[in-house]
């Protein structure tokens, strides 16, 4: 009786742990069609407008986002909500924390992470490359920083609506379906 006891709560742990993992070369193909869309627009947006050194556009924190919003799509954290919801909490707060803490970097840079977790998770938009937001808002270039509140909007929110406007389309095509539930959500 307890190997089979074992056995079950093995197939039930694998199935939990290795659930979101792809294993058909089609869901590989939307997944780097899609994130090679989204960045490659961001990335083409910022040649186009902008010299190289200024990289106003691009965010390290939209790869780690593109891995959540093409790669996991049913994951909570890859959902419309966190990823617009949680850079702009974080940029808010590291922006925020920089101008009242400027000279003190390590402080202002833990202040600004831990800050943006706990009001990511009271506002329910926890999405984790946020963290990496509100600490480029701290220690990105002196363009960045001089930027002050306007770094949210540009590239912040600007950069996550491209993401999530390529998301909707490559994410919805054959049998995939994003985001899972909300007004964006197709019936099923």
């Known amino acids: 009786m307890p190997a089979k006891r074992f ?18 070369t089609k869901e590989h193909i939307l997944t780097f069609l899609g994130s090679f869309t989204g960045i490659a627009l961001i990335c083409l947006l910022n040649s186009k407008y902008f010299v190289a050194s200024d990289n ?32 702009v909490v974080c940029a808010l707060v590291g922006v925020t924390v920089h ?12 202040l600004s992470v831990s800050i943006s977790i706990v009001l990511m998770q009271v506002t329910k938009t926890l999405h984790p490359p946020g963290g990496a937001t509100a600490l480029l808002a701290n220690v ?6 001089d930027m002050g509140y306007l770094f949210v909007l540009t590239p912040v929110l600007s950069g996550v609506l491209i993401l999530l406007a390529v998301a909707l389309v490559f994410n919805n095509l054959r049998h995939r379906r994003y985001p899972n539930h909300g007004w964006f959500s197709k019936k099923r």
């Open 7 to 24: 056995r079950k709560h093995y197939r039930r742990a694998r199935y939990v742990l290795y659930r979101e993992t792809l294993i058909d």
């Open 56 to 87: 106003l556009f691009l965010l390290a924190s939209f790869g780690a986002s593109s891995v959540l919003i093409y790669g996991i799509i049913n994951s909570p954290l890859a959902q419309p909500r966190n990823l617009i919801g949680g850079h």
């Open 99 to 110: 101008k009242l803490i400027p000279g003190e970097i390590w402080l202002a840079c833990a």
């Open 140 to 145: 990105g270039g002196k363009k960045i920083l």
